[in-house]
Each structure stands twice: as structure tokens, then as C-alpha cells.
């Protein structure tokens, strides 16, 4: 942190990172949903004035640019041209997202059976859905495999058991892929960070546990492997973990296929490819990060004297994370004398950590805008916090905006999209808000507010 003295005065206490904005009005585009622009100072997204939009369906709610996230789903499709991507549906999902998913040529991954009944109530090919989780029921993996779900991730040896019974039962042969753990430190937070060897997740290569559970599957007639799949952590912009992760990932595919003489036929790098939250943040095209992983995988498949396996991999926030921002309204605002002089304005709106727990639990950076006007005030450091009852309940920790802001404002936040709706809890019974498509000037609830109806549902008295 570092003492801030703006042009008018102002004095505050600002991470080293954040500038003063020459212009506090203005947008940073490459944090915004590719039609977000302002006019007079007023927020527009899919060519609909913010204003208007949320009119109609009150705030704080989610705002879901259709196009940018079609565009963000082929870009993927395109830069991994001869993957198959699968679009992580724990980031955010509902039937109109599934099925655009399946509109633009890519697969699922779903975690949980609630995840899997979106997807096929949205009409998605069992066959191009991913299983993932490392405590699945037996109940979740009937399902899944009654369903016909394509591929089926086990984490553990108590699932290959369970699910080798369910295959049996069912009479059928379930495609399968095992999760191994490389043991790579992932420049992320540690909450999600997956590839280290202290975590619940996968099976480990070092402790010789991955190549026991690959022969195990193996050793199934009702379980049929096709690759390894090793998913390093998330909001990450750096390929040096993948890189190390290939390495030792293709290492025991190989192994595999000499000692167990059976050469898989593919493997999954997962998802984690960072976005950019605030301008600390430069994330790659997917074509650019599509050139380095092939070029990791080849290059490491060259020296071990293997062919290449089918590639696949899993990005759900870097889709849906910039496609989605979330509108608030301003209530309260208040001057916070800090230590050596410095203020803090604190600007309370009409949601929270119940919407977006990522600042809480990660420690994460948002930024944020005045949405419904243009202002001519100096810009003032501020803080933008929600109405739960906690001092953690903290939206955007530090950003500028203009120093008259007020009650009645509406405040967007970019980079929602992914883990925001999906995360979004019931604290302090808050009703979870909507999601808003809007695409071509026009705008479509696909997930309602919720209703006091829906909080009172489950309480039977
Ligand atoms: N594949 C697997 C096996 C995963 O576990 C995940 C995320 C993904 C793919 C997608 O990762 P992405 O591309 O979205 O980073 N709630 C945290 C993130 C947890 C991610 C869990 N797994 C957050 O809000 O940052």
C-alpha cells in the first residue's frame, strides 16, 4: 500500500498497483464483455443502457453478455483447434449456458448430480460430458453413468471400486479417465491451487498411487481408460505449471504404456486460465496459450518417443469470467478516517459477499464503475462493500470513483461471471440475484431472482 494524494487533494491509501484514472468515467475495455461501452457516463451492455435493463429486474443482479460469451467459447474451440474443449460448468451454469456451450461445438464438465441434471435438462450429449469430483456417491455415479455420460474423472480408490460396481450392475462399459496430482505449485491462491501434493484432489505421481489406480482401471471389464487428466489450479497466466505438469504427466502415460501395454489414447491439461481482473492483470489469446501448451505436450511426447494423445482441456472462468459484470445500488457512502490522516470512502450497496465471495475467500481484486451517469467530480479512493454483517463483506477493496458518488448510483463490477452466481449464497437469507442475458438490445432473465417464497420453501417449520 502506498500513501495517494490525488490531483484535487485527496489523500488515501491505495495499493501500489492502482493508478488515478485520467478519466474516472472511462471503461478499461480488456476488463469489460466485448459490448460494454459508456454513453454520457451511462453503462451499456449488448446495446442496452444498464439504467433501463435494471429498471425492470431491480439489483444487485447479473449482467450476461450472450455474444461475448459465444465469442469467448469459439475463441477457445478455434485457438485449441484439434482439442476438445470442455467449458467447466462450476463456474457458472443454467440451461440457456449449456446449451449455448453445445451451440458453439464445445463439451461439459459437471461436478455434482445438480450440475449434470442442468446439462441434461438443457438437452447436452451425455457423451460430450466430463464427470469430475473426488467424493462422488454411489447414487451420483449411477446416475452419471445411466445417463451415458461420456468420461467419468475418479479421484480416488474407493470410487474406482464404486463405480467398477456401478458399470457391473448396470451392465455397461463407462469411459474413464484418472486424476493425477503432479506435485506443481501453481502461482495462484492456495484455495485454488490443485496440483500440489498437500490436497484432497487426484492421485499422485510421485507416491506411485496414479499408476496404481490407472492398472486398477485397467484390471476393470466394466471400466474402459482413456487418458490421464491432471488440472493444475486456476487463474493462472503463466504455462511454466502446465509445462512441469506435462512433463511428469506424460512420463506416467508413457509408463503406462510400456508396463500395462496400453497406450491411452488421450489426455486433459484442465482448465485455470487467468482473466484480467483489474489492470494487474494480462491474461493470453487462447490461440497464444494454445501454441504453448501443443508445443509443451509435443516437445515433451518427442523426447519420451510416444505419439501424441488426443488433447483436451477445461477453461470455465476464462469464458464466462468477463462475459458476466454485476450491477449494484449505491446506499449508503461514508468518509472512514484512517491512520496518519489518510480517508477511506466506503460505499456500501445493496449485495455482498452472498454474490461474490471471491474477495472474502481469495482475497481477489475487482474493479468497478459508476454505471448510471457521468461525473465531473475528482475521483476519490473508495471501497465498495456490501450490507451483510461483517466487516469482511468487501465487493471491490480499492478502486476510484468519482468523489460524488452518492445513494441511488448504480456501481458495475466487471469479471463476475465466473464462481460469482455460481458461489452465491443465502447469508443473511439475501435472495440471490437474477442473471440478465442481453444480446442485440435485447435482455432475458435466464436465471429469476429469487423470491422470499423460494428461502421460506425449505423451511418446514
Ligand atoms: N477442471 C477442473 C477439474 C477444475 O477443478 C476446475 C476448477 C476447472 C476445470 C475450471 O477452472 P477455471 O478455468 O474456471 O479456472 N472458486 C474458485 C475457483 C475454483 C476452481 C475449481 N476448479 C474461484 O472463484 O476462483
Not at 459490448?35 to 429486474?57: E, F, N, Q, T, Y
Not at 487462447?286 to 501443443?294: C, D, K, M, R, S
Request: with cysteine; glycine share 10%; hydrophobic share 45%.
Amino acid at each position: 500500500m502506498s500513501a495517494h494524494v490525488s490531483p484535487g487533494g485527496f489523500t488515501g491509501t491505495s495499493p501500489v498497483w492502482l493508478r488515478e484514472p485520467a478519466d474516472v468515467n472511462a471503461l478499461v475495455p480488456a476488463l469489460w464483455s466485448a459490448s460494454a461501452r459508456k454513453a454520457d457516463g451511462v453503462l451499456h451492455i449488448g446495446g442496452l443502457a444498464v439504467p433501463d435493463l435494471v429498471a425492470d429486474v431491480n439489483t444487485p443482479a447479473y449482467v450476461l453478455d450472450e455474444d461475448d460469451f459465444r465469442a469467448r467459447a469459439r475463441a477457445f474451440r478455434d485457438g485449441f483447434a484439434g482439442y476438445d474443449v470442455y467449458y467447466a460448468g462450476k463456474a457458472f451454469l443454467c440451461t440457456s449456458v449449456a446449451r449455448w456451450v453445445a451451440e458453439e461445438g464445445l463439451c461439459l464438465d459437471v461436478c455434482s448430480d445438480g450440475e449434470l441434471t442442468v446439462a441434461l435438462r438443457a438437452g447436452v450429449d451425455p457423451v460430450r460430458i466430463g464427470y469430475h469430483g473426488n467424493n462422488k456417491t454411489a447414487m451420483e455415479l449411477r446416475r452419471a453413468v445411466d445417463a451415458g455420460v461420456g468420461r467419468i474423472i475418479v479421484d480416488s480408490f474407493h470410487e474406482i471400486e464404486r463405480l467398477a460396481d456401478v458399470a457391473r450392475q448396470l451392465g455397461v462399459t463407462q469411459g474413464v479417465m484418472v486424476r493425477v496430482t503432479a506435485g506443481v505449485e501453481a502461482h495462484t491462491h492456495e484455495f485454488i491451487a490443485t496440483a500440489h501434493e498437500d490436497q484432497k484432489f487426484g492421485f499422485s505421481i510421485a507416491s506411485g498411487d496414479a499408476f496404481e489406480a490407472a492398472s486398477r482401471v485397467l484390471a476393470e471389464d466394466g471400466l474402459d481408460l482413456s487418458g490421464l487428466h491432471s488440472h493444475i489450479g486456476s487463474q493462472i497466466f503463466d504455462t511454466s505449471g502446465w509445462e512441469v505438469a506435462a512433463r511428469r504427466v506424460l512420463a506416467l502415460h508413457a509408463r503406462i504404456g510400456t508396463e500395462l501395454g496400453r497406450v491411452l489414447p488421450e489426455l486433459d491439461l484442465g482448465g485455470g486460465f487467468g482473466i484480467a481482473y483489474t489492470t494487474q492483470d494480462d491474461p493470453s489469446d487462447p490461440a497464444v496459450l494454445a501454441e504453448q501448451l501443443t508445443k509443451i505436450v509435443t516437445g515433451e511426447c518427442a523426447v519420451l518417443g510416444i505419439a501424441v494423445p488426443h488433447l483436451s482441456i477445461e477453461p470455465g472462468r476464462a469464458i464466462v469470467g468477463p462475459a458476466m459484470c454485476t450491477v449494484y445500488t449505491v446506499g449508503t457512502v461514508k468518509e472512514v478516517a484512517l491512520d496518519g490522516g489518510a480517508t477511506r470512502t466506503y460505499v456500501s450497496v445493496d449485495g455482498g459477499m452472498s454474490d461474490n465471495i471471491r474477495t472474502a475467500l481469495y482475497d481477489a481484486d475487482y474493479s468497478c464503475t459508476l454505471a448510471s451517469r457521468v461525473s465531473s467530480a475528482a475521483p476519490v479512493l473508495a471501497r465498495v462493500v456490501g450490507k451483510h454483517c461483517e466487516s469482511g463483506d468487501i465487493v471491490v477493496k480499492d478502486e476510484f470513483l468519482p468523489g460524488d458518488i452518492a445513494p441511488g448510483d448504480l456501481v458495475a463490477v466487471p469479471g463476475t461471471g465466473a464462481y460469482g452466481r455460481s458461489m452465491a449464497s443465502n447469508y443473511n437469507h439475501a435472495l440471490r440475484p437474477p442473471v440478465v442475458a442481453v444480446k442485440d438490445g435485447r435482455a432475458r432473465v435466464i436465471v429469476r431472482r429469487e423470491t422470499v417464497d423460494d428461502l421460506l420453501a425449505t423451511d418446514v417449520g
